[in-house]
């Protein structure tokens, strides 16, 4: 909230004495009610129960607590925020204290601004009358309205590069798994392989075998006919 000392009630004397606070005399800034139902400031009723703990008004007495510091009813706010007051500053009149900060902020002639251009070295401060006039031919507004477009650029790609970060990551993740799932596959083909010679030693073993029978049986075969020719000469 803007500083109340920069402006001044309209015929303060006619506000009511329920808007005003007991410990500050002013109408309420930031009020707030304490367990016994009594209103204040914020800041007045804080200050205040750090040098003691009961309430202020001679009728209560009571003991309090920040605890229970409550805020008051939306209408009750809303008759301070329609309090009529004057800028100390251009001395605009009839001015809904609610809407003095925007005021200042936005419409007040008589503020004083920075340049545009501080954050980057330019002195000036002056009335916002003053502050269009400064800005049309400041060095420091024009370049930090330079220095501006390039923080953008740089924040858009600083996005880009974190973008791209997190692909490549990504893909070297990816890149990992599809080689553990290859080295899995390798060590399966290997023992396919393993299994293959098995087989083919296997295979010839049995060949071998099945040579050997074969010529036993030729060997045979040999005998039986030469005993067949043994016989038929005996029977001659």
């Known amino acids: 909230m803007i500083s109340n000392s920069l402006y001044e009630y309209i015929d303060k004397e006619s506000i009511g004495s329920d808007l005003i606070c007991l410990l500050c005399h002013n109408p309420f800034i930031d009020p707030t009610v304490t367990q016994c139902g009594d209103t204040?400031?914020?800041q007045c009723i804080e200050k205040y129960m750090?040098?003691?703990s009961h309430c202020p008004s001679q009728s209560c007495n009571q003991l309090l607590s920040t605890d229970h510091l409550i805020p008051p009813s939306h209408n009750f706010i809303s008759i301070l925020d329609k309090l009529?007051?004057?800028c100390q500053l251009c001395e605009k009149t009839n001015i809904n204290r609610g809407t003095f900060d925007e005021h200042i902020k936005t419409s007040c002639p008589?503020?004083?601004?920075d340049c545009p251009g501080k954050n980057i070295g330019c002195q000036w401060f002056g009335s916002r009358n003053e502050h269009d006039e400064h800005t049309k031919t400041c060095l420091f507004e024009k370049l930090g309205r330079m220095?501006?477009?390039l923080y953008k650029v740089i924040e858009n790609q600083s996005l880009d590069i974190e973008k791209l970060q997190k692909e490549t990551q990504q893909q070297t993740t990816e890149i990992g798994q599809q080689k553990t799932?290859?080295?899995q596959q390798k060590a399966q083909l290997q023992q396919q392989q393993i299994q293959i010679?098995?087989?083919?030693s296997e295979n010839q073993?049995?060949?071998?075998g099945t040579a050997s029978v074969c010529k036993q049986i030729t060997i045979l075969q040999e005998e039986i006919n030469k005993l067949k020719s043994t016989a038929l000469w005996f029977c001659k």
């Open 40 to 42: 204040y400031c914020r």
């Open 110 to 113: 008589e503020c004083i601004l």
């Open 205 to 208: 073993t049995q060949k071998n």
């Open 181 to 183: 799932e290859i080295e």
């Open 197 to 200: 010679s098995d087989i083919q």
């Open 147 to 149: 220095v501006d477009i």
């Open 84 to 86: 009529k007051v004057r």
């Open 50 to 52: 750090r040098n003691g």
